[in-house]
C-alpha cells in the first residue's frame, strides 16, 4: 500500500521555472498597461470625450481621462521592480477584475460606446473585451500562485 505523502503533485516545477513563469506573466502585463496607457494618452481627447459619454463614468470623466492610463503606468512600474512585483500583480488583478464589472455593467445596460481601452483592443466587442479580460484574470491567478 503506498502512501500519498510521498506523491508529487502533477505538475511540480523548479523555484526558478517557476521565477521564469512568473516574470513572463508580469512582463505581458507591463506591455498590456503601458500599451493601453500610451493608447489612451496619445488620443487622450477621445478618451475623455467617450468616458463623458458613459452612463456610469460620465460625471468623472476628466478625472478618470487622467487617472486611468496614471495606474497602467504605476502598475507597469510595480511590476517591474522585484520588490514590488507581487503587490504589483495583485494592483493588477484587481484594476482587471474592476476593468471586468464595468464590461459587464456596460452590456447590461445597453449603452453602444466604442471601447476606448487603447489602440487594437479597442477593435474588441465588449462581449470579446471580457473574455480578454478574463484571460488576464488568470494570468494573474496564475502568477500569483506561483509566486512564493
Not at 493601453?36 to 494618452?41: F, G, Q
Not at 484594476?95 to 474588441?124: D, E, H, K, R, W
Request: hydrophobic share 55%.
Amino acid at each position: 500500500m503506498e502512501t500519498t505523502f510521498n506523491k508529487k503533485p502533477a505538475l511540480s516545477l523548479s523555484t526558478k521555472k517557476r521565477e521564469i513563469i512568473f516574470d513572463v506573466i508580469t512582463f505581458i502585463f507591463i506591455m498590456l498597461f503601458v500599451y493601453t496607457a500610451s493608447s489612451k494618452l496619445m488620443t487622450h481627447e477621445s478618451f475623455m470625450k467617450v468616458l463623458g459619454r458613459s452612463p456610469l463614468l460620465g460625471p468623472f470623466h476628466v478625472l478618470l481621462s487622467y487617472l486611468i492610463p496614471a495606474v497602467e503606468i504605476i502598475l507597469s512600474g510595480l511590476l517591474l521592480l522585484n520588490k514590488t512585483k507581487r503587490l504589483g500583480l495583485i494592483l493588477s488583478l484587481a484594476l482587471m477584475l474592476v476593468f471586468t464589472v464595468y464590461l459587464i455593467y456596460m452590456i447590461n445596460s445597453g449603452a453602444t460606446l466604442p471601447c476606448m481601452c487603447g489602440g487594437v483592443i479597442s477593435l474588441l466587442s465588449w462581449k470579446q473585451h471580457i473574455f480578454f479580460n478574463l484571460g488576464f484574470i488568470v494570468l494573474a491567478i496564475a502568477g500569483l500562485r506561483l509566486h512564493k
